[in-house]
């Protein structure tokens, strides 16, 4: 018989306990000591109780935990002397049925890990979608983890071990996260297109129409209509876009989506997670046969990334009116125009001004995107509501000073370019650190022509400085400017500076973060929000309506256009949960 949270959360404090016996491996102490916080209004809420009570237990506590862990495939799982919940987790990823290759190749894993790190390999082996890793995918992740930092490699043991519980309280509560699962499904699906070059090495590329690109606008248009759109069609710019209509005609439609074109090598889940969860939305709502007092327009854009062509948000940028005809001349690598590209995959180009949308129309513009960074994934929080999207401005510099003999040069008579940039880099670093939420990169830096035994007479660089307001994102370069100015003027260097981009933020509207707020509050997930270090597709729609986003936490400490890049089916669940909920307070509010 499955538990109830109803059961768990009435019961004694000694029954309860019983009732969440297993989870942590051989270590009871941490869900007896969540308990206190009962009552739980959902799974996820108890779960992170669980983590808290762990990551306030101290360093000892947390490496008992690790310890008390068996190592995959180890002695514990070759003598049969595994609890029931691992017997369970290392059967279904097969483990207990390696080839010797296998065997033996694990086994010298866990020796190496072991002597680097002293605590066992802990790998949640059942997976992002629960069903199990196949033996491949977890050597590999052995593999790659054997390369950590001692203290992000204990902190990822931990995270695993949270994932592992997550999965075992499913179990003991007979819980599936079936939309999420059904969200999991599409994404692996739409992955199987990727263009020529990437998918014979089992890369995921999908670039601006290309037969991979619009094989995806085929299926995600199919799976529309399955789901219960009333209309799907692929537009003059080839964005996929689904209505469900509104339960009385002339009413408005909330607008979201996001993009499914992806980045060289990328993931499966950047863009196309913001069209599932939608998807899976209207699928509920289609199979209970409701309808709501406004529409539902989910647009899956077509372009986002700018990887074929120059042109970047091209997709949601046509429907703001914001589609500049000379973009259709741009050339991609093999000298196909866009031009040639749109009339190749049969898009009328003449349509274009047509696909604008009215806001008038529209309540509003909500966008779900993985996170792709580390934030929500350090806190183990699945869900954060974002704030805005950061302003940003881009310059390319060049900083001239003498190139000497690096031997008979005295320090204090060496004009070194690269240095200033160097000094520089090292005040940006700390600048930004004080803003607590600014960030600022010099991603290139290098010495043209320079040489193992010449002091550098020339650097070129790079500037990247991201706030989430414009007035912070100014200051920030304001400081960042003036100090290249001082630093030059004392090294008796000069500089060059080139700006190439400058984007305005796109704070969330208050009353629309609010509402994703509120969703989230009301699963039982701690609140958290945090600033969009990226550009999405909501940053254009932002330029004619209001629009807030959510952020769904990403495995692998959130890494992002990367294979490696990750979420788990329980995350999507409760992100189209938090989504159900927004359409829920929508409806009440327009009712
Ligand atoms: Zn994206």
Not at 126 to 137: E, S, T, W
Not at 336 to 345: N, S
Not at 446 to 473: E, H, K
Request: aromatic share 6%.
């Amino acid at each position: 018989m499955a538990l109830t949270l109803e059961q768990l959360n009435s019961a004694s404090h000694a029954d309860a306990a019983q009732m969440l016996d297993g989870l942590y491996e051989h270590s009871p102490w941490i869900a007896e000591q969540a308990l206190n916080e009962r009552p739980f209004k959902s799974l996820a809420h108890l779960n992170h109780a669980m983590c808290e009570v762990l990551s306030h237990a101290g360093r000892d506590a947390q490496l008992g935990l690790i310890r008390a862990h068996p190592e995959l495939a180890g002695k514990a799982m070759v003598s049969k002397t595994l609890t029931a919940e691992s017997t369970n987790e290392q059967t279904k990823a097969g483990l207990t049925d390696c080839t010797p290759e296998e065997f033996a190749k694990i086994q010298q894993l866990n020796a190496d890990y072991n002597a680097k790190f002293g605590w066992p390999f802990i790998l949640a082996v059942r997976g992002p979608r629960g069903a199990g890793y196949n033996k491949q995918q977890i050597i590999d992740a052995f593999e790659r983890r054997l390369h950590g930092h001692p203290e992000f490699e204990l902190q990822e043991c931990l995270r695993n071990i949270h994932r592992i519980v997550e999965i075992r309280l499913n179990d003991k509560f007979g819980v599936e996260p079936t939309l999420g699962h059904q969200v999991w499904d599409w994404q692996e699906k739409l992955a199987e297109h990727s263009d020529p070059g990437f998918a014979e090495k089992g890369q995921l590329t999908v670039t601006y129409l290309t037969d991979a690109h619009r094989a995806c606008a085929q299926r995600i248009s199919h799976w529309m209509k399955d789901c219960g759109f009333d209309e799907v069609e692929i537009d003059a710019v080839g964005n996929v876009v689904g209505r469900y209509h509104p339960a009385t005609a002339g009413a408005k439609y909330l607008l979201t989506g996001s993009h499914y074109d992806t980045v060289r090598n990328g993931g499966k889940y950047d863009g196309r997670l913001g069209i599932f969860v939608p998807m899976a939305c209207v699928q509920q709502l289609h199979q209970q046969g409701k309808r709501l007092p406004f529409g539902i327009e989910a647009v899956a854009f077509a372009e986002e990334e700018g990887q074929r062509y120059k042109a970047t948000f091209l997709g949601s940028g046509a429907l703001i009116g914001d589609f500049k005809p000379e973009w259709l001349d741009q050339k991609d690598a093999d000298g196909i125009t866009m031009r040639a590209a749109m009339q190749h995959a049969g898009l009328c180009v003449d349509d274009i001004p047509k696909i604008q949308r009215d806001p008038a129309q529209y309540l509003g513009f909500v966008e779900v995107h993985i996170e792709q960074g580390p934030v929500l994934n350090a806190a183990n929080i699945p869900l954060g509501v974002v704030t805005s999207i950061n302003a940003s401005v881009r310059y390319q510099g060049h900083v001239v000073g003498t190139a000497s003999h690096a031997g008979t040069t005295p320090m204090h008579l060496r004009r070194d370019a690269a240095c200033a940039v160097a000094e520089l880099a090292l005040y940006m670093e700390q600048r930004a650190a004080k803003d607590g939420d600014s960030v600022a990169t010099i991603g290139q830096l290098n010495v043209p022509n320079g040489s193992i035994n010449v002091v550098p007479g020339q650097c070129n660089f790079s500037l990247d400085l991201r706030a989430p307001t414009d007035a912070q994102r100014d200051a920030l370069e304001r400081d960042i400017l003036a100090k290249l100015q001082t630093i030059c003027e004392r090294r008796g260097v000069h500089y060059q500076l080139e700006e190439t981009m400058r984007a305005a933020a796109a704070p969330s509207a208050p009353e629309w973060q609010i509402r994703w707020e509120r969703a989230v509050s009301a699963l039982g997930v701690p609140l958290f929000k945090l600033p969009s270090g990226a550009g999405h597709d909501a940053m254009k729609l932002h330029e004619v309506m209001p629009q807030a986003m959510l952020f769904v936490r990403g495995e692998n400490a959130g890494i992002s256009h990367n294979p490696l890049e990750s979420t788990t089916s329980d995350d999507m669940q409760l992100c189209v949960d938090a989504f159900t909920h927004v359409l829920n307070q929508l409806a009440t509010e327009t009712a």
